[in-house]
């Protein structure tokens, strides 16, 4: 049996080079200092008091509530009474090899992919367990916080089956909380994310897009908004802003490379995209972060 496959930079735990996934039981008193990462983080409450920091204010948590954040989101506790949770983090390598079939899934696609984006939640989602389902939830991550002892050469579909059974198990609870009018994912939607992704730096046009995938641009407008709650050029603002999230926690490349790099070349409409997505300016977001945001594959614990 091996060592668990994190470690520790300036307090934060972090995923050692060639992790997938991780799950860790942790108890909070007093405050976590607000900061960011970049990989998937689901946070569950499974004791104690405390109230969650974000974007969005200020949120009362209770026994139950699941948060769960994509890269580049900046979140923190304040008032833990022994705030007791769960933290499942995984890599945005995993999440787009490993589960990349999971954006074709209506419930998997509908947890990690489109609804954390979609109805300005700008990158969170919350939800609520009920205590079958919560009680349900920690079985999962219990086991998958025990494969952190295993070689991961000899265990690497356990680390991944466990980790689905739990995205699966979280998936049916939110959607039963799922809003009105948000469908399952149409192939052509699919499609049409993958491409926005592979060439994020193009000067894309919905005409353009419509056309790459032999549909009227109203058309794919309206499927792209019944499953994302977004149309197709927001969908790529967000995919924009969440890289350049990433490039500059983890690169030295200056502001006005990173939104040419990630197709925003005119600074200042860079700057106003970003400062509406993350409420904060890329300059004082990196500033802020820098210092706490270790590896790509590192997992502060929130």
Known sequence: MEEPPVGTAKGLLYFTDGSLAYAGHYIHEDRAEVHTHSFMEIAVVTGGQGTHRSLD???DLQVGEVILLRPG???GYEDC???DLYNCCFSTELLHRELAWTR??????YLLWTAPNSMQR????TAHLDAQSLKASVVHLDALDRLSHQSIDQHRGDIIGRLTL???HLARAVAEQRAPGSGP????VVQAMRLLEARLAHRWTLTELAAELHLSARYLVRIFKT??????MAYLAQHRVETAASLLLHTDQSVTQIGQAVGWADQNYFARRFKAHYGLSATTYRQRFTHNAVALRACPPT
């Open 57 to 59: 204010g200020r949120r």
């Open 73 to 75: 989101v900046w979140h």
């Open 81 to 83: 009474q022994s705030l």
């Open 104 to 109: 074709e899934d209506p419930l998997l696609g």
């Open 122 to 125: 700008r990158g969170m989602l």
């Open 166 to 168: 739990f995205l699966s």
């Open 185 to 188: 994912s149409h192939p052509a």
């Open 227 to 232: 499953t994302t709650g977004l149309p197709p």
